[in-house]
């Protein structure tokens, strides 16, 4: 469905390298830590898929600790693209 949108993909070329299947319980107190993932290994973009349930995303600059986190609602069966500013330097 993407093909056919009439603007420029963000995901014009990607190629998936690594898939990860995660299960996360709040319940249980699982949570992601802060983190960020390998840039060589991910390459320049990166897409997460948010199938069961809704998450948030807390962005903190990796550069710059004055300026405060974002933190982004991912809704059931979202889908997130991290490219440039947010992929390298949050």
């Given at each position: ?8 993909s963000?995901?014009?070329?990607f ?5 990860n ?13 802060p ?10 973009t ?24 974002v ?17 390298f330097?949050?």
């Open positions: 469905r993407m093909r056919t949108l009439p603007v420029p963000p995901l014009a070329g190629e998936a390298n690594e898939a299947a995660l299960r996360y319980v709040r319940a249980e107190g699982h949570f992601l830590g983190h960020c993932d390998d840039r060589q290994l991910s390459g320049d990166l897409v997460n898929l948010s199938l069961a349930g809704e998450a948030t995303m807390t962005y903190a600059h990796d550069r710059d600790g004055s300026r405060p986190p933190r982004v609602r991912l809704p059931r069966r979202s889908l997130q693209i991290q490219t440039e500013d947010v992929r330097n949050h």
